[in-house]
T-cell receptor
Framework: NAGVTQTPKFQVLKTGQSMTLQCAQDMNHNSMYWYRQDPGMGLRLIYYSASEGTTDKGEVPNGYNVSRLNKREFSLRLESAAPSQTSVYFC???????????FGPGTRLTVT | EDKVVQSPLSLVVHEGDTVTLNCSYEVTNFRSLLWYKQEKKAPTFLFMLTSSGIEKKSGRLSSILDKKELFSILNITATQTGDSAVYLCAASAGNTPLVFGKGTRLSVIA
């Protein structure tokens, strides 16, 4: 039982490049989330998916897109990376959208 | 707008001290209050509190919720260097995702 997994663990991009962060959970949870965490800013919600087939914007959605591929997988895409997107990205899942969340190990992204 | 405020932002104590971390919240249709511990990596779930006055305990950590005054505290007794972490508080409300505070950074020195 791996919980929430994320790939990659680290990534360096040049400004303007694109990439997709992958997330998968094996807890049969309905809801999944993407956060970014910056020093002094806490966890900020980018997008979430309350259930398979739905996605909603969070606090900081600009510059990102998401896909809920199936119940297990939720990906985050940066179409044209900017230095302001340098951050640690966490994926999380929960049984329902207002239940306790379980987090993946994070992806450290640097955009130069 | 829903919000969660934690205090202090950071704290340095010596091993063996007892610490109290605070979390106040203002959310619509409040459901529960959650505490997480974050060391160098991902946050890990500690407690969820739904009812006022009922203390949750796990070893040296305990937490209580006051739904009338809209706050929760997390106590850590006999602190150890392994307790050094950022402690996050989050409120569950209505049918929306958790609202997180910015965290309290606890440093325990030997």
């Amino acid at each position: 039982n791996a919980g929430v997994t994320q790939t990659p663990k680290f990534q360096v991009l040049k400004t303007g490049q694109s990439m997709t962060l992958q997330c998968a959970q094996d807890m049969n949870h309905n809801s999944m989330y993407w956060y970014r965490q910056d020093p002094g800013m806490g966890l900020r919600l980018i997008y979430y998916s309350a259930s398979e087939g739905t996605t909603d914007k969070g606090e900081v959605p600009n510059g990102y897109n998401v896909s809920r591929l199936n119940k297990r997988e939720f990906s985050l895409r940066l179409e044209s990376a900017a230095p302001s997107q340098t951050s640690v990205y966490f994926c999380a899942s929960s049984e329902r959208r207002n239940y306790e969340q379980y987090f993946g190990p994070g992806t450290r992204l640097t955009v130069t | 707008e829903d919000k969660v405020v934690q205090s202090p932002l950071s704290l340095v104590v010596h091993e063996g001290d007892t610490v109290t971390l605070n979390c106040s919240y203002e959310v619509t249709n409040f459901r529960s209050l959650l505490w997480y511990k974050q060391e160098k990596k991902a946050p890990t779930f500690l407690f969820m509190l739904t009812s006022s006055g009922i203390e949750k305990k796990s070893g040296r950590l305990s937490s209580i919720l006051d739904k009338k005054e809209l706050f929760s505290i997390l106590n850590i007794t006999a602190t150890q260097t392994g307790d050094s972490a950022v402690y996050l508080c989050a409120a569950s409300a209505g049918n929306t995702p958790l609202v997180f505070g910015k965290g309290t950074r606890l440093s325990v020195i030997a």
